[in-house]
C-alpha cells in the first residue's frame, strides 16, 4: 500500500531563510506525487508535481522539490522564505492516469516564519 | 477565488443527528469528486470517490450506510452523516476533477470541521 512521511510536525523559519521540507513516500511503482499548501480558512492548493521526467520539478511560489528514487523522497524547498508563506504543507501520493485518484496524503508539516 | 465550495466550513450537531455537507464545483463541470477526512495530527483520508449519476466507490472501512454519499449533478456532491456520534467529529475535505480539454486538474474544498456533542 501506498504511504507518506512527513516527519516534521512544525518548522519555524525566519523571513527570508531557505527552507526545506522532508517527505518520504512507499510506492510500488513509479510514483505521482504533489505537494499541497493549505491556508488559514482554504483549500488545498496545488504547488508542483511530479509524473516522470525531469527529476527537479518547478512550482509555483518560487517552491521547487527534488525527486530521488534512491531515497524515496520528494522533499520541498524554497531559496528564501516570505511571511506569507506561513501554511500547512500536505506531500502527496497518488494513481490514476494524472496521479489524482486515491490521493494518499502525509500527515502535513506546520510552516511558521518568524521576522 | 476559489473554485470549489464547501459548506458549511463549521457544523456543531447533537448526537444522533444527520448532518449534510455540499460540495460544489464553481465554474467546471465535475463527473467525479472525493471525500476526504482528516483526524488531528493525522493524514487527509480518501473516505470514498463520487461519481456523477453512479453510487459512490468506497474505501475499505468507511461504512457507506453511515457515510451517504449523493452526486446527483455535475456540479454537486453532498456527504451525508447519518446519526451521528462524537467519533465522527472531524474534518471533511472535498476535492473536484476537472478534466477540460484532455488535462487534468484536482480543486478543493476549504473543509467542514463536524463537531458532534
Known amino acids: 500500500a501506498q504511504s507518506v512521511t512527513q516527519p516534521d510536525i512544525h518548522i519555524t523559519v525566519s523571513e527570508g531563510a531557505s527552507l526545506e521540507l522532508r517527505c518520504n513516500y512507499s510506492y510500488g511503482a513509479t510514483p505521482y506525487l504533489f505537494w499541497y499548501v493549505q491556508s488559514p480558512g482554504q483549500g488545498l492548493q496545488l504547488l508542483l508535481k511530479y509524473f516522470s521526467g525531469d527529476t527537479l520539478v518547478q512550482g509555483i511560489k518560487g517552491f521547487e522539490a527534488e525527486f530521488k528514487r534512491s531515497q524515496s523522497s520528494f522533499n520541498l524547498r524554497k531559496p528564501s522564505v516570505h511571511w506569507s508563506d506561513a501554511a500547512e504543507y500536505f506531500c502527496?501520493?497518488?494513481?490514476?492516469?494524472?496521479?489524482?485518484?486515491?490521493?494518499?496524503f502525509g500527515t502535513g508539516t506546520r510552516l511558521t516564519i518568524i521576522p | 477565488g476559489a473554485v470549489v465550495s464547501q459548506h458549511p466550513s463549521r457544523v456543531i450537531c447533537k448526537s444522533g443527528t444527520s448532518v449534510k455537507i455540499e460540495c460544489r464545483s464553481l465554474d467546471f463541470q465535475a463527473t467525479t469528486m472525493f471525500w476526504y477526512r482528516q483526524f488531528p495530527k493525522k493524514s487527509l483520508m480518501l473516505m470514498a470517490t463520487?461519481?456523477?449519476?453512479?453510487?459512490?466507490?468506497?474505501e475499505q472501512g468507511v461504512e457507506k450506510d453511515k457515510f451517504l454519499i449523493n452526486h446527483a449533478s455535475l456540479t454537486l456532491s453532498t456527504l451525508t452523516v447519518t446519526s451521528a456520534h462524537p467519533e465522527d467529529s472531524s474534518f471533511y475535505i472535498c476535492s473536484a476533477r476537472d478534466r477540460a480539454g484532455g488535462r487534468e486538474k484536482l480543486f478543493f474544498g476549504s473543509g467542514t470541521q463536524l463537531s458532534v456533542l
Open positions: 463520487s461519481n456523477e449519476g453512479s453510487k459512490a466507490t468506497y
Open positions: 502527496a501520493v497518488g494513481a490514476g492516469a494524472f496521479g489524482n485518484e486515491k490521493l494518499t
